[in-house]
Each structure stands twice: as C-alpha cells, then as structure tokens.
C-alpha cells in the first residue's frame, strides 16, 4: 500500500499476515491526532460510519477536547482539539 503523508510524518499501512495484539497498555500505547471542531469530527466522521468512542468527548482541564476510539486493527487512537491561541 502507499505511504499517507501528513505534516511531520509519513504513516505506511501493510497486511499483517497473523492477528496484532492490541496497542493499548504496550510500549506504543497510542496514536494521537488533532482536528478543529473534534464534536463535529466525531458526529460526521466517526458516528456517521458506525465508529464507537472508547472514551467520550470530553474537556481537560488544560481546555483541550479530547476521545479515544481503537481501530480494526487494535491501535488507540486519541484524537483532539486544542483551544485557539488567543
């Protein structure tokens, strides 16, 4: 498969031949992401297709937003959004 590049990273995908464990409570916990308007990313991007949150939204008290949700293939995934710098 081809490599997805977004800033500062190039992420590549491949089959696994044999079931992954799980990333959560590994050495590689999880992945993290930032979106603007993590609300309505959920509700039309994760919601929409059926993906369930592991953790819900919710707000730091740092005042980021902040859930978790875990891929098919076993990887945590947090996703957030950081207040505007004002």
């Known amino acids: 498969m081809a490599p997805t590049d977004v800033p500062g990273l190039q992420l590549r995908f491949n089959k696994a031949d044999a079931a992954q464990a799980p990333t959560k409570g590994r050495v590689l916990d999880h992945l993290g992401f930032d979106v603007k308007d993590l609300k309505a990313f959920i509700k039309t991007n994760l919601e929409a ?38």
């Open 49 to 86: 297709n059926g993906v369930k949150l592991d953790r819900p939204y919710s707000v730091n008290a740092s005042g980021i937003g902040i859930a978790f949700v875990t891929d098919p293939f076993g990887t945590y995934i947090e996703i957030n959004e950081r207040p505007s710098a004002k």
